[in-house]
C-alpha cells in the first residue's frame, strides 16, 4: 500500500523544540523529493521545507530558515523536520507530501500540485 504515514508534533512552548518523522512504504523512496507543508487556522497551504531524492539539495522557506532543519534516511525511507526556537506563528497542522523526482536531481523542488502522495498531517502547537 503506497502511503506516507506521520509522527511527531504535539504542544510545545515558545522556544522549545520537536522533531517529525514522515515514513513512506510501497513506493522507491529515492525517486521522490519530499517536502514538508503546513496549514494554519485560516490561512492557505504553504512550502515549508524541501529535501531531494538523494538529500543533497535542501530549501526552505524564509520564515524557518536557520530553525528548521529537514533531512532523510533512504536506508530507512524516512524524512525528518526538526524544528527548533519554536514560534506561535509556526503554529499548524503539518503535512509531509512526496514528488516523483529523477535520484541524481540536483536540486530539490517541491510543489504541492504536482506531490503524488500526501501524509496524514500532524498538528504542532506552540504556545505558553
Known amino acids: 500500500q503506497l502511503q506516507l504515514v506521520q509522527s511527531g508534533g504535539g504542544l510545545v512552548q515558545p522556544g522549545g523544540s520537536l522533531r517529525l518523522s514522515c515514513a513512506a512504504s510501497?513506493?522507491?523512496?529515492?525517486?521522490?523529493?519530499i517536502g514538508w507543508f503546513r496549514q494554519a487556522p485560516g490561512k492557505e497551504r504553504e512550502g515549508v521545507s524541501c529535501?531531494?531524492?538523494?538529500?543533497?539539495?535542501?530549501n526552505y522557506t524564509d520564515a524557518v530558515k536557520g530553525r528548521f532543519t529537514i533531512s532523510r534516511d533512504n536506508a530507512k525511507n524516512t524524512v525528518y523536520l526538526q524544528m527548533n526556537s519554536l514560534k506561535p506563528e509556526d503554529t499548524a497542522i503539518y503535512y509531509c507530501?512526496?514528488?516523483?523526482?529523477?535520484?541524481?536531481?540536483?536540486?530539490?523542488?517541491?510543489?504541492?500540485?504536482?506531490?503524488?502522495?500526501w501524509g496524514q498531517g500532524t498538528q504542532v502547537t506552540v504556545s505558553s
Open positions: 507530501a512526496a514528488q516523483l523526482a529523477p535520484p541524481t536531481a540536483p536540486r530539490a523542488v517541491c510543489d504541492m500540485s504536482s506531490s503524488a502522495y
Open positions: 510501497g513506493f522507491t523512496f529515492n525517486w521522490y523529493a
Open positions: 529535501v531531494s531524492p538523494s538529500g543533497r539539495s535542501t
